[in-house]
């Protein structure tokens, strides 16, 4: 089970620190993605770190002001992102997928466990 946090509303230039708590499994074998969507649109992939964290990935538009983050010890992983934008408004998922790799993987097609989502919305 995946439970993110951290979401609500803030305004443009803010900073939020989203957060995503893992139950009932070894968290360091899951490599761990944030996805969002707005409705109508498709899901799109904002970061990704590894299951050991020793690689991140981000979506160009998040690059410079986000930091993905985890402690396994905690089963947790956070998203923080600053200067933030009002595009940056919509639903935050996190996602899990059991990995034998250190890779991180960009697509949701690829993940395995999703979360409910977060609402972040920015005020212009």
């Known amino acids: 089970q995946l439970v993110e946090s951290g979401g609500g509303l803030v305004q443009t230039g803010g900073s939020l620190r989203l957060s995503c708590v893992a139950s009932?499994?070894?968290?360091?074998?899951?490599?761990v993605g944030w996805f969002r969507q707005v409705p109508g649109k498709e899901r799109e992939f904002v970061a990704g770190?590894?299951?050991?964290?020793?690689?991140?990935d981000y979506r160009e538009s998040v690059k410079g002001r986000s930091t993905n983050s985890r402690d396994n010890a905690k089963n947790t992983v956070w998203l923080d992102i600053r200067r933030l934008k009002p595009e940056d408004t919509a639903v935050y998922y996190c996602?899990?997928?059991?990995?034998?790799?250190?890779?991180?993987?960009?697509?949701?097609?690829?993940?395995?466990?999703w979360g409910q989502g977060t609402q972040v919305t920015v005020s212009s």
């Open positions: 996602s899990a997928k059991r990995t034998v790799t250190g890779a991180v993987i960009s697509s949701g097609a690829g993940y395995d466990y």
């Open positions: 770190i590894s299951r050991v964290g020793t690689k991140v």
């Open positions: 009932g499994r070894t968290f360091s074998d899951y490599g």
